[in-house]
């Protein structure tokens, strides 16, 4: 079994920054990629990033480029993701999700992933 444990979210005012952290436990796994997605109430879950473990592409929805960055840590299996100049538009459920498979995959898309995390709530006030 494995799990992904989310923290560091919470309240923060706009333009203020978080650390969103992510890690996997359980049985041991190799990553192929690892990613970030949100879902805001009444919306629909969306993508915002993705790193590929063995290269370290990235990958960003248009709307958090230049703001958030994410970035890998092999050896807790897991990965992070820094935002900046949070707006009140980014308050969200944010979830980590970890891909397993060797497969060709686009890391945008949820069905890519085979482990997903329980979600860390971010709010940003205005």
């Known amino acids: 079994q494995v799990q992904l444990v989310e923290s560091g979210g919470g309240l923060v005012q706009a333009g203020g920054s978080l650390t969103l952290s992510c890690a996997a436990s359980?049985?041991?796994?190799?990553?192929?990629?690892m990613g970030w997605f949100r879902q805001a109430p009444g919306k629909e879950r969306e993508f915002v990033s993705a790193?590929?473990?063995?290269?370290?592409?990235?990958y960003y929805a248009d709307s958090v480029k230049g703001r958030f960055a994410i970035s890998r840590d092999y050896a807790k299996n897991g990965v992070y993701l820094q935002m900046n100049s949070l707006e009140p538009e980014d308050t969200a459920v944010y979830y980590c999700?970890?891909?397993?498979?060797?497969?060709?995959?686009?890391?945008?898309?949820?069905?890519?992933?085979?482990?997903w995390g329980q979600g860390t709530q971010v709010t940003v006030s205005s």
């Open positions: 999700a970890a891909r397993e498979k060797a497969i060709v995959a686009t890391e945008v898309e949820q069905y890519d992933y085979d482990y």
């Open positions: 790193i590929r473990f063995i290269t370290g592409r990235t």
């Open positions: 359980g049985r041991t796994f190799r990553s192929y990629a």
